[in-house]
């Protein structure tokens, strides 16, 4: 019997000893209550206290000699099921708390399950920090998910950063932790300590957590719920009723560090930019605007694609619901949200996702499959279902939570491709020997299927400029399902064509019509971005040849090159003013030149084509359809001018005539598809635009004059390097919305 007692003890002393050491993989098992018929054990790891009792018993604890250990033996009806403790500190302060490890698991296994199989779709309401009620104990209830952890801790400043002293348990072999700890409020800052099971000892971030710190510290911030009055409930309605497919979608990219900042050079609030952005994009006729990653990262240069909250507005422009006040503010003044959104990677902050447990958790173990070596990231391993589930709770959040009008996802050509950007044996084949990325396509649909489903109207657009077939068809299909892409192949033979001297463009006419070949094989998004204004591409302006008069005019003709051709509009800020030097994050906008003419003229010519644009069903309506466009002529590649006109479902016609160089065109005969009067309702030539004016005096007659297997044509003055568009007014006009 004295040996089975001594072999007892020493088993509670190497528990007890790992208590202290801050390694024990189950700590209720020995802090808490613990009762054994009438009587009871009540076990406390107190590193500050220097006496402690419980609520209603007489007897203190008593300190086990030479720890931060206290103990209390004696009936277990003296104590209740949830005790309160008191204890004072070393400087004399009293402190009065429930007891965190006298409480029972609080977590649903139904969670747990759905999580397990990659199919909670909500699982950041239970995963990482949140108000929690139990036995009518308020506090925070954390949930981390740590399969390959030997003991996680909930470290803050409400216990000195101390990964003793808040050890969680382990639901099983869900792999998820969990700690509700009763008496902490919202804004409480807090990190989680992991130690591997090589016994290294990690300090991360929560990979849930809704809200954190201003950069360059990086502790997460316990958030109350939410209260936030919307009044965004007309713009909810429509959107659902919506077909985006058929409506006018016309994009302002934005990042928003360095859109505008304050007398002193800071940041902006999410509130006062939602009224200035919101002012400027009604003024331009814009109907979206798309953000820049606002996701918390950590390294302002990365512009938010290096993210590392995947949960959390970040911090810069203020608080979660600083940032549902912008969207409000947007909705209800007609203006749609889109967020730049990026699963494709992940930084390697060692306080972020990278070998969050110790082992790679959230990435592949291989660097062949889990590194872009060209981006110093790390790619998603999206053939775990965590991993799926982490990515496609965060796509939802933004979604519900903040009523976001659609994803732009980052960087899906890297997804797609298990060779992207690789050498030959630096990747490695999928199960078929192909270099298709099987899991992320998988994860790709999934999200889009899921997206559409519970939020109709909502947009997933995909940056993407490969040849993969069908990305913005239904999965059903065949497809990836996205709402559109970008039309990267447009928008780099566009650039390459503009680049060009006028003079030896007639070489390069096929740079304007090759894209007509595909142009409707995809719901495409015409993009000028941000990434053509940076790493020394120069600013859209300095993109054009020639001399400063060439250049705000081919700009001009550029823009409504772009506003009449099919497919839905981007611009990034500063574009619609002719931003005169290449982007720069660090700064704001160059906003003193709107008090030139030249650069005023370019702004007013964007607002008339957003208007233009988004009046005239011609333009928008079958955008993504064949029938809705048609070349009158393609073919004069020697005086570098096109002409094609865009027709809406019932038939209706828009007539658009570009001149690629500085030569007007007069007594320039096109054939047109009925006879009449045809107004001239845009000339990018325009004096109120900055151009010389030149043009058709208000419209055209037809004549009788078979030209270009047409039976009625007309003569036109092309201005030079400019746009000429045409709406014809005899018999019914095209239909306005």
């Not at 998603?380 to 903040?402: P, T």
Request: glycine share 8%; net charge negative; hydrophobic share 35%.
């Amino acid at each position: 019997m004295a040996s089975n007692r001594q072999t007892s003890k020493q088993r509670l002393s190497s528990s007890l000893q790992r208590i202290i050491e801050a390694r024990h993989h189950d700590p209720f098992s020995v802090l808490g209550c613990h009762r054994r018929g009438s009587r009871a054990l009540i076990r406390l790891f107190l590193p500050q206290a220097e006496q402690v009792n419980i609520e209603g018993v007489a007897q203190p604890l008593t300190r086990i000699l030479n720890t931060d250990l206290f103990e209390w033996r004696g009936e277990a009806a003296e104590v209740a099921d949830r005790y309160r403790i008191r204890w004072q500190d070393s400087h004399g302060q009293q402190h009065t708390q429930y007891d965190p490890y006298c409480f029972p698991p609080q977590l649903e296994n139904f969670d747990l399950h759905l999580f397990g199989e990659g199919k909670h779709w909500h699982a950041y309401r239970f995963l990482g920090a949140h108000p929690h009620q139990a036995d009518g104990a308020a506090g925070i209830l954390f949930a981390l998910w740590a399969p390959n952890a030997e003991r996680v801790s909930v470290i803050g400043d409400f216990n000195n950063w101390d990964g003793r002293v808040h050890p969680m348990r382990c639901r099983g072999d869900s792999g998820v932790w969990e700690l509700f700890i009763p008496g902490l409020e919202a804004g409480a800052l807090y990190k989680f300590e992991i130690r591997s099971c090589t016994g290294e000892v990690l300090t991360k971030t929560d990979p849930y957590g809704h809200q954190f710190q201003l950069r360059p510290e990086t502790a997460c911030i316990t958030t109350a719920e939410s209260e936030f009055d919307w009044n965004d409930q007309q713009w909810m309605q429509q959107r659902n009723q919506r077909d985006w497919q058929r409506a006018p979608l016309s994009i302002y990219e934005a990042h928003l560090g360095s859109w505008q900042k304050d007398e002193n050079g800071h940041f902006l609030n999410y509130r006062e930019l939602a009224h200035r952005l919101a002012d400027h994009l009604c003024a331009l006729g814009f109907t979206h605007i798309e953000l820049l990653p606002i996701t918390e990262h950590p390294f302002d240069a990365s512009w938010g694609y290096q993210t590392t909250g995947y949960f959390a507005p970040t911090s810069r422009f203020g608080t979660p619901d600083d940032f549902r006040y912008f969207v409000d503010h947007l909705h209800q003044r007609g203006i749609g949200i889109i967020l730049d959104w990026v699963p494709a990677h992940f930084p390697k902050d060692r306080h972020a996702l990278g070998q969050f447990d110790g082992t790679a958790l959230y990435e592949h173990e291989d660097p062949r499959r889990g590194e872009h070596r060209d981006w110093g990231t790390l790619i998603f391993n999206y053939g775990r279902k965590e991993v799926q589930n982490f990515l496609l709770a965060s796509a939802i959040y933004w979604m519900e939570e903040f009523h976001l009008d659609g994803l732009r996802v980052d960087a899906v050509a890297s997804m797609l491709y298990l060779d992207y950007s690789r050498e030959p044996g630096d990747w490695v084949p999928n199960e078929h020997g192909g270099r298709e990325n099987l899991e992320a396509v998988e994860f790709l649909k999934q999200l889009n299927i899921t997206t559409h489903e519970l939020f109709p109207g909502v947009m997933v657009i995909a940056e993407e400029s490969t040849a993969w077939p069908q990305v913005s068809r239904p999965t059903w299909l065949g497809g990836l399902g996205f709402s559109m892409k970008w039309n990267m192949g447009w928008m780099h033979d566009t650039l390459s064509y503009f680049s060009q001297d006028p003079i030896h463009r007639h070489y390069h006419h096929d740079q304007l019509t090759f894209g007509l070949l595909y142009a409707f094989t995809e719901n495409f998004v015409l993009p000028f971005s941000h990434d053509e204004v940076v790493h020394g591409k120069g600013s859209m302006l300095d993109k054009m040849p020639g001399d400063s008069w060439q250049k705000f005019a081919s700009l001009r003709l550029l823009y409504s090159y772009m506003f009449t051709y099919p497919g839905k509009k981007l611009l990034f800020m500063g574009s619609e003013f002719a931003q005169g030097r290449e982007w720069n994050d660090a700064t704001t906008l160059d906003w003193y030149l709107l008090e030139r003419p030249q650069h005023q003229g370019v702004q007013s010519l964007v607002s008339d084509l957003n208007k233009l644009y988004k009046n005239t069903a011609a333009l928008h309506e079958v955008e993504f359809e064949n029938s809705g466009f048609e070349w009158i002529d393609c073919h004069d590649a020697s005086q570098s001018v096109l002409s094609y006109l865009r027709r809406d479902s019932e038939g209706h016609n828009i007539i658009v005539i570009l001149n690629f160089t500085p030569v007007p065109r007069t007594n320039y005969r096109i054939g047109l598809p009925q006879a009449g009067f045809y107004r001239e309702v845009l000339n990018s030539d325009s004096e109120l635009y900055g151009g010389s004016n030149l043009g058709n005096a208000g419209g055209v007659n037809t004549e009788p004059t078979p030209w270009m297997n047409r039976s009625h044509s007309a003569t036109l003055t092309l201005p030079p390097l400019g746009a000429v568009v045409l709406v014809h007014e005899a018999g019914t006009p095209p239909r306005s919305y």
